[in-house]
């Protein structure tokens, strides 16, 4: 206990302490904690789906359907919702078929285990998502982290490494998200048909909010492997993997997060296809919406760029302050820290959403 109690301490030393927020509740681009109203600028809600209570209330006088599976999907947990959502999203993706995962990371986590078997490898970019990195560091595989964006370091690797392995995974994610910048798919679809790579793109921060339709930026591309989570842009919960039949069977055996985990309530499931299907139309009214936000708020700032907006501050304790001084103005934008980003990189991270107000963003970029 002792030990704990040191690097706790440490951690507090260092600005790195984190506490779980008091959250009332949250409305059309508020959050209330402790009572008092903020501006949300931390959401990953970014269509504003979640706390929409008209939409809420039509869909459950719809559907009245089981709070709990009680059980993993490959014994009785699973459900006509299941398929139908599966089949939903791999039609979106145009892709042969899909899989539900329980939350993003479990579904990056078995997926990399199971697929980055003994004599395998994954290329990883180095700022990828934690889900990610651990998945690498549970399987049984080699891997090799590239640094951020720079693909004459990733081919530097590819060609000195890939021909020590048998199968070769190239991960990134699509829009990242502490960074908010977009990964170059087609030169990382060059180098995977060069070097005879899978490719694998996690598109959690694109799915319904970035790119030309809402299926992210990997629609029709040569992508084989796609992950991403219904619990962002989407409003709702769960994630997803989309690959061919092969490697969607593939995981169904030997996916751990997946084989070892009670299912998703079939009243979620239904809640994410209905979304994606029904209110389709509704979904890319709300995106049409935050890439108007996102416009204006890059012509703010002279920049081009995505919803999420990176403010690079440095130090831990500088981030808290300028943190903490937007609260008391009213504005909740938690201060990021490592491991979240890398040292000496804290920052704030704006996160943009279709209830974001313009006047709200040109007042957290002017203090």
Known sequence: MQ???????????????????????????????????????????????????????????NYNLPLSSASARLLSGSSSEFKELEITVANLFNKEACLIFNTGYQCNLGVISALNGKGDVVFSDKLNHASIIDGMRLSEGDFIRYKHFD????????????????????????????????????????????YNCLL???????????????????????????????????????????????I?????????????????????????????????GYLETRKKLLEKISLETHALLNTEGTHIIPVVIGSNEETLKVADKLKSMGYYIPAIRPPTVPEGTSRLRLSLTADTKIED???????
């Open 3 to 61: 030990k704990i109690s040191n690097e706790l301490r440490i951690l507090e030393s260092k600005g790195n302490l984190r506490k779980i927020p008091s959250i009332d509740y949250k409305i059309d681009g508020k959050i209330i904690i402790d009572g008092v109203e903020y501006v949300n600028f931390a959401s990953n809600d970014y269509l504003g789906i979640s706390t929409k209570q008209d939409l809420i209330d039509e869909f459950l006088t």
């Open 151 to 194: 693909y004459e370091h990733l081919e530097q690797m590819l060609a000195s490494k890939r021909e020590q392995y048998k199968r070769a995974i190239i991960v990134s994610e699509s829009v990242f998200s502490m960074d908010g910048d977009v990964v170059n798919l087609d030169k990382l679809i060059e180098l995977k048909n060069k």
């Open 200 to 246: 694998m793109i996690d598109e959690a921060h694109a799915f319904c909010a970035y790119g030309e339709t809402l299926a992210g930026i990997t629609r029709d591309k040569d992508v084989d492997i796609i992950t991403a989570t219904f619990g962002k842009a989407v409003g709702s919960f769960g994630a997803f993997c989309i690959a061919n039949n092969d």
């Open 248 to 280: 969607i069977s593939y995981l169904v055996n030997k996916a751990r997060s997946f084989i070892f985990s009670t299912s998703i309530p079939p009243i979620n499931i239904a809640w994410s296809n209905w979304l994606l299907t029904e209110k389709r």
């Open 361 to 367: 963003v040109k007042k957290v970029l002017s203090f």
